[in-house]
């Protein structure tokens, strides 16, 4: 549906069309007649929508900064499934991962070369010497907010330290190449260059996402790229960076069992983090960590 320049503008900021976002429409048609992937509609939220996954963002980040002080040796995945279910469900927000296309917890927890979507169980205990992500997805007022951390348990070889610095190196690389008026693949080209620098590979199966009033929304946001390739970033997009970035070859498999389970092929360890961000008029705002 085309938009009459004296309309109201389709961001609901109340204003003509004219005086709002028609400039930004012609920026991004020009765009994409010269050729790139741009972003539709939908994936452009409007300042009450980022707003509203800025609260659901935080809440997310607060659960996480709950459970943290139990992750240590001794203590079971389940336990931890308990309490962030009962803290996410205490601040008003529902744990997104719960019943999520038949997935049976609240929460992800993946360990050592569980590459990801790790399924708490009363008998998977946190031993010395483990790495662990714990990955949280909360909704609150419709909204989500989606963000991954790693703990090591005890002491952990300096190998594995290393995987779990640079992987949150990655991460952070990822986020900082990320400019309105950009390109994804400048993202996933930041984050292979020095994850490779490392003498490590980056999963390629599994990526971020756009993410809003739904889970995975469209872009996929891929952790590998060239750099001016990819789809166009303009501010009020939301999406994830998720990096898993693998010590030893870049293959993995699907649990044939549960279905979920993500392993690496070769059994090396693995380690992801995971934010939030919307991308805004002069650069990012972190929306959960
Ligand atoms: N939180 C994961 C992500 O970052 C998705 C987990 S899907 C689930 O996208 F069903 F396993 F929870
Ligand atoms: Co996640
Ligand atoms: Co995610």
Redesign the pocket.
């Known amino acids: 549906m085309k938009i009459g320049r004296n309309d109201p503008c389709w961001c609901g900021s109340g204003r003509k069309y004219k005086n709002c976002h028609s400039g930004f429409d012609k920026r991004i048609h020009d765009l994409r007649m010269e050729g790139h992937e741009v972003p539709t509609r939908e994936m452009i939220k409007t300042p009450e929508d980022i707003e509203a996954l800025r609260e659901a963002g935080k809440m997310n980040t607060m659960v996480l900064d709950y459970a943290e002080q139990f992750v240590r040796e001794g203590i079971s995945t389940e336990e931890l499934n308990v309490i962030i279910d009962e803290y996410t469900r205490k601040l008003g927000g529902i744990p ?2 719960l019943n ?2 038949g ?1 049976p917890k609240s929460v ?1 927890i993946s360990i050592n070369d569980v590459v ?2 790790g399924i708490p169980d009363e008998h998977t205990i946190l031993s010395a010497g483990d790495i662990v992500n714990i ?1 949280c ?1 909360t909704i609150y007022n419709g909204y989500y907010g ?1 963000a ?1 951390r790693m703990y090591c348990i005890g002491e952990v070889s300096e190998a594995r330290k290393k995987l779990v610095q640079v992987t949150k190196e990655c991460l952070d690389l990822g986020l900082q190449a990320v400019k309105p008026w950009g390109f994804l693949g400048d993202v996933g080209y930041a984050i292979q260059q020095h994850a490779s620098a490392n003498g490590y590979s980056v999963v390629r199966e599994i990526g971020g ?1 756009g993410i809003g009033r739904g ?2 929304e469209d872009p996929w946001v891929s952790h590998i790229g060239r750099p001016g390739q990819d789809i166009l970033l303009v501010p009020g997009m939301v999406f ?1 960076i ?1 990096p898993m970035i693998n010590m030893g070859k870049p293959d993995v498999f699907e649990d044939e069992e549960d279905g ?1 389970t993500i392993y690496t092929s070769d059994g090396l360890p693995s380690a992801q983090y ?1 934010y939030t961000i919307a991308v805004t008029e002069d650069g990012t705002e972190i929306l959960s960590r």
């Open positions: 997104a991962p999520y296309e997935y992800c990801c979507h990955d997805t989606d991954s996402h889970f995975h994830t998720e979920w995971e």
